[in-house]
């Protein structure tokens, strides 16, 4: 800020009227993700190994092949973790894992991935991860899985 | 996460194992900023675009020759003003031997589809343009990108009380072809 103050205190002394116009951009503008194509492109010809970047940067999860059974497995410590819970619960005792319903499993998964640990997960796991994978935050991964929890199949879970 | 000096950059960019790494953190921190700087020399789009790879794909070959006596951004500045200079002459000879070739600033912002600045946005860029080369560097890094003078000598190769002068007369110019308009 004080750099900016000499230079604006600078411009008023010599040049009031400029001065005015200070905050005024040349007037050029650039199509959305100009720049990232740019960069694209520069990458290519480098021939850079890594893959293109996008506006974001975009990682299919599902690529990773351990990735698919390790959320099956946080799934199973949900399910477990709930179904213990439930066992000690007097108005839910009877209620065991092989009487819920497909649907009923999905449902409950997808109602509380919310509560998902993501951080004691990556914590706990770190042979699992991989230096990408590293670069994603918690959010980043909890969204994967709430996005991705459609396409989880039950039997993977049920195999485990 | 603690942001990487360009001093750790710069020994990322010497090592062959994470130069890739430290290229793409060096072009997400500096595109856009000489971006714009080689636009206001070169002023054409499509031209800005060539120019700026070229100086980015200059800057990935031959970091090994940058000696890190002056701040790493400011060498970026540099090769990047070198780059849009010697363009900038070799359209210009190009263009000399023919005069219909040469529409002339105003024109040029007439038809360029990427410009979409207001009349006195216009005015100033004229009068930017009326001013020589060098100075017209001065004037932009001062007045657009805010430059110290000091980086500004490293970038230029120019003392700062030449820069400083340069930059007081660029500005009375550009005054007075304002206020003339």
């Not at chain 1, 799934?75 to 179904?83: D, L, N, Y």
Request: charged share 30%.
């Amino acid at each position: 800020m004080k750099r900016k103050d000499e230079i604006k205190a600078e411009l008023e002394e010599i040049a009031p009227f400029l001065a005015s116009l200070k905050d005024k951009k040349e007037g050029f503008k650039l199509p959305n993700h100009h720049l990232v194509q740019m960069q694209n492109q520069i990458f290519d010809q480098l021939n850079f190994q890594a893959p293109n970047l996008t506006a974001r940067k975009k990682i299919n999860i599902w690529d990773y092949a351990w990735f698919k059974p390790a959320v099956a497995a946080v799934f199973v410590g949900i399910v477990a973790t709930s179904i213990f819970f439930w066992n000690n619960n007097s108005s839910m005792k009877t209620t065991k894992m092989a009487d819920m319903s497909n649907a009923d499993m999905d449902s409950y998964i997808a109602d509380n991935i919310d509560d998902f640990d993501v951080d004691l997960f990556i914590k706990n796991n770190p042979d699992l991860l991989d230096e990408t994978f590293k670069d994603l935050n918690a959010e980043d991964i909890h969204q994967y899985l709430h996005e991705s929890i459609d396409d989880l199949d039950i039997d993977d879970i049920e195999n485990l | 996460m603690k942001e990487i000096t360009d001093e750790q950059l710069h020994v990322m960019l010497l090592d062959s194992s994470t130069k890739e790494k430290g290229f793409r953190i060096l072009m997400d921190r500096y595109q856009e900023k000489l971006y714009w700087h080689v636009r206001r020399i070169i002023l054409d789009f499509d031209d800005t675009d060539d120019v700026v790879q070229n100086t980015f794909i200059k800057v990935f070959r031959n970091i090994h020759n940058f000696e890190g006596k002056s701040k790493l951004y400011t060498w970026l500045y540099r090769i990047a003003t070198n780059e849009a200079i010697t363009f900038k002459a070799q359209k210009q000879k190009k263009m000399a031997d023919s005069i219909d070739n040469n529409p002339g600033l105003s024109n040029t912002l007439n038809a360029d589809s990427y410009f979409e600045g207001d009349e006195i946005q216009r005015k100033l860029l004229l009068a930017i343009e009326e001013l020589p080369e060098k100075q017209r560097i001065v004037f932009n890094l001062r007045y657009y990108d805010e430059m110290p003078y000091e980086e500004m000598s490293a970038v230029l190769d120019t003392s700062v009380g030449a820069l400083k002068a340069s930059y007081h007369h660029a500005a009375k110019k550009i005054e007075a072809f304002l206020k003339d308009e």
